[in-house]
């Protein structure tokens, strides 16, 4: 993952891909945040799966709109819903269960040292 000019990258997948496809829907078209769906890679005799994870860029000005989606998400999905976020050597699960502590872990992977 990278970091240049105020641009934050993460990788996020989902134990379930509408969990995934709802993220990416509510992310596309957000200023300051660009999201791009990354194909899993099919191994022989696997089908594969049509996304594995999305690959997350914002500015440092988007990053509470970032939050604010994914927290929206958590209540709106409930307790099933799933996300495993990673920026580098840093990776977080967040889930319904524990939002409000994963948010504030996500915002501080997201800002930075």
Same mark, same amino acid.
């Given at each position: ?23 990416? +829907? ?53 307790? +099933? ?20 502590? +994963? ?8 800002? +930075?040292?």
């Amino acid at each position: 993952m990278s970091e240049q000019g105020g641009v934050g990258e993460i990788e996020v997948s989902a134990g379930d891909f509408d969990d995934l496809d709802a993220l990416y +829907g509510k992310l596309r078209g957000v200023p300051g945040i660009v999201v791009t769906a990354v194909p899993a890679p099919v191994l022989r005799g696997d089908q594969g799966a049509l996304v594995d994870v999305l690959m997350v860029a914002c500015t440092s000005g988007a990053i509470t709109a970032l939050l604010q989606i994914v927290n929206t998400l958590l209540e709106s999905r409930g307790p +099933g819903f799933r996300l495993k976020i990673r920026r580098g050597k840093d990776r977080l699960e967040i889930t319904a269960d524990d939002a409000e502590e +994963g948010l504030a872990a996500l915002k501080e992977i997201l800002d +930075g040292p």
